[in-house]
């Protein structure tokens, strides 16, 4: 398959269940709920060292607020309701709960909960007040800048982690611009890239030389190793490849975010510099979400 | 097809028990099983025909008409349905109520509510005291749901409540008596010693700017100064899904914290 001068590769992307929750986190104004949701989802790119996977899906408006203030909806991912819910205890207690102004609540329903307030309440030391409106629970706990609130528990749903897709271009300043492009063009309802502003550099292949090293350098994708990898994937006019990591909340927000990512990168077209796309997989054995490129344009 | 109607044949001086005319109870069955259904009325049993003409309709849309005082604990422990009373309300107006909504036309009786865990009330007049409150010896009051009192809530509204919201446009004395849980508003007027032997939960007083004798609360509270309380947006916006708009004039509010006396770990908010 051709878009716009550039190979599609006959391949997929493999794909892993994860759980996830969305947080929405309001302040006094956008910039406020941005500092409070880039700290929160800060050292988020990937559950091989951080724990979870996080970013920031979206502004919200006043009115889609529970508070009535301007938000931010965040989404936390994590590979089980364990290491969630000690994650988002973690950056809402450290980064949220810190930040000035906020306020923060489960933005999503689902048929499993992790505490939110229901541990972090504890740092008001007896003094904090819960407050359930219908169905709702909510934890008043005093700071010394006022009042911190946030919902008692969040939700969480099954989710899809590790969707991808590689940007396989003639120098490193087009797969960047190709990269920026389909990043600009995924955002949207359910998903994100959790990796910094979307895109990575060192894509990683399981295992290592090295004991104990679980993941390690992509080799068959790096230019420089062309002639001295075992099995390089990269044709010689390939001299830089940018992969783009989404998460989402279901395996259809995956699959649209996909396709409107690599239809953006194309957009630059051969003549730009975009050589081929294709995706990293695991031969079927890593996950049961299979995203076959072809198939998703 | 409209509600089930029941209409008053005359006015009752005796009290009649209306639990058993619930929209779940009455599902199922014709007029006539209805009229035959037997109620307590005094110190005997008589058919339900006998108090009321009894209009084929929807259960679950039960309509009473020309009601009067003597009719006591509608929906009482009421599950899921609608009850709309024509008229004023009896004692116990959806005591024990779980779920399902209540709308009083006219007054309600006192203990409107009481023990209630989950529906909401609705009662367009005043109501005459202990709404939402435990039963003489009961533990708490009501656990959950929502009471909303277009005029006047009596003496002793929410005494021993847990959980839930308790809405009045005044309110008598000792409003949030006892109070373990929950969210009493007094949108205007509240008489003396508001929160006395309160635990735990809010009492919002002035919301609506009125103000009364209650607005200086008793000795055993503590006086935090004024604040903006963000919470109280969260409580607008419940407010609002329930149908209320405008029923906090600020969320600027003096917080006092009381009754020492009793843990001290209850607030009563007045609008600043």
């Known amino acids: 398959m051709i878009l716009n001068g550039v190979a599609i590769e006959d391949s997929f992307a493999e794909a892993f269940p994860m759980r996830a929750t969305r ?17 929160m989802t800060g050292f988020a790119t990937s559950v091989i060292a951080c724990g979870c996977e996080a970013g920031i899906e979206r502004d919200l ?18 590979m089980d309701l364990e290491s969630l819910a000690r994650q988002v205890q973690a950056r809402v207690g450290q980064c949220v709960l810190t930040c000035p102004t906020t306020a923060c609540f489960s933005g999503i329903d689902g048929e499993e909960r992790i505490g939110l307030g229901k541990g972090l309440r504890f740092f008001g030391d007896g003094f904090q007040f819960s407050k359930k409106l219908g169905a709702r629970r909510y934890w008043r706990v005093p700071v010394m800048e006022g ?31 190709a990269a920026e492009a389909a990043v600009a063009a995924m955002a949207g309802p359910g998903v994100i890239m959790p990796f910094p502003g979307g895109v990575v550099r060192s894509g990683s292949k399981i295992g290592s030389r090295y004991k104990g090293l679980v993941a390690s350098t992509n080799d068959a994708f790096c230019p420089t190793l062309r002639g001295q990898a075992e099995a390089s994937a990269l044709p010689d006019e390939v001299g830089s490849v940018l992969e783009i990591v989404i998460d989402g909340l279901s395996e259809k927000a995956v699959a649209r975010a996909t396709a409107a990512g690599i239809r953006a990168a194309c957009a630059l077209g051969s003549g730009g510099g975009i050589l081929g796309i294709t995706a990293g ?17 | 097809m409209g509600g089930l109607t029941l209409t008053m044949r005359a006015t009752l001086r005796l009290p009649v028990d209306m639990a058993p005319v619930l929209p779940g109870l009455l599902t199922g069955l014709g007029t006539h099983e209805i009229a035959r259904l037997e109620l307590q009325c005094g110190n005997r049993r008589i058919k339900l025909g006998e108090l009321f003409e009894v209009t084929a309709g ?29 008229g ?19 007054a309600a009786g006192p203990f409107a509510g009481s023990e209630m865990s989950g529906g909401v009330i609705r009662v367009e007049g005043d109501a005459a005291g202990f709404v939402g409150a435990a039963q003489a010896g009961g533990r708490f009051g009501m656990t ?38 929950g969210t009493i508003l007094v949108r205007g007027p509240c ?5 006395i032997a309160m635990k735990r939960g809010t009492l919002i007083l002035g919301g609506g700017g009125g103000g009364g004798e209650g607005d200086a609360a008793p000795a055993t509270f503590a006086d935090n100064g004024v604040h903006e309380l963000g919470w109280l947006a969260l409580l607008e916006r419940h407010l609002a899904e329930l149908g209320l708009r405008g029923m906090l004039s600020s969320r600027r509010v003096r917080r006092l914290t009381g009754d020492l006396a009793a843990g001290g770990k209850g607030e009563i908010l007045v609008a600043a």
Request: hydrophobic share 45%.
């Open chain 1, 23 to 39: 947080l929405v986190i309001t302040a006094a104004d956008t910039r406020w709920a941005r500092i409070a949701a880039l700290s």
């Open chain 2, 144 to 181: 959950g749901g929502a009471i909303l009192v277009g005029g006047d809530l009596g003496d002793r509204a929410g005494d021993r409540m847990r959980r839930g919201l308790i809405l009045g446009d005044s309110a008598g004395l000792h409003t949030g008596s006892r109070m373990i849980g």
């Open chain 2, 58 to 86: 929807d259960p679950q849309r039960l309509v009473i008409r020309d009601t009067c005082p003597a009719l006591e604990r509608i929906g009482a422990g009421m599950e899921s349905g609608a009850i709309a009373v024509e």
């Open chain 1, 61 to 78: 408006e006043p009115q889609e607020t529970p508070d009535g203030r301007p938000g931010v909806a965040v989404l936390v991912f994590a």
């Open chain 2, 88 to 106: 004023d309300a009896g004692a116990l107006l959806g005591h024990g109520m779980k779920g399902g909504s209540i709308a009083v036309a006219g």
């Open chain 1, 281 to 297: 997989n695991y031969g079927g054995k890593l996950g049961p979400y299979h995203f076959h490129l072809r198939e998703l344009l």
């Open chain 2, 191 to 195: 008489g003396a010693l508001p929160g």
């Open chain 1, 147 to 177: 009042e911190f609130v946030i919902e008692d528990v969040a939700g969480v749903v099954p989710a899809v982690g590790g969707g991808n897709f590689l940007i396989l271009a003639a120098d490193p300043g087009a797969a960047l611009e």
